[in-house]
């Protein structure tokens, strides 16, 4: 009988062991799985203005345009957001700290 207890207690020992690495292996993957690394802005330029009606209708939307302007001035507001669109897609990338 007491044969039979020591390899059993012996089996024990390893399956306990075996079982506490196991359980740090997966603690220490959840800690690496759990850092995200930092994404960085891609500068892109919009695609080309085919038709700016869209444009128009968003910023009656807004109320950047109201019913109270002319034709010419409300393409003027038109014209001054896409230039202003246009100009922080020249100056994206500039002002990053070294």
Known sequence: ???F???V???LAFICI???NGEISEQSEKKTTSV???EQVVCRSSPPILN???IKRNLIKRGVITSDMSAAEAEKKVSEFINKKRSAFKNCGKNKKK
Do not use: D, N
């Open 52 to 54: 700016s009606e869209g």
């Open 1 to 3: 009988m007491r044969l």
């Open 9 to 11: 207690l012996v089996l």
């Open 36 to 38: 995200k690394p930092v």
């Open 5 to 7: 207890k020591i390899p």
């Open 18 to 20: 075996s079982c506490s």
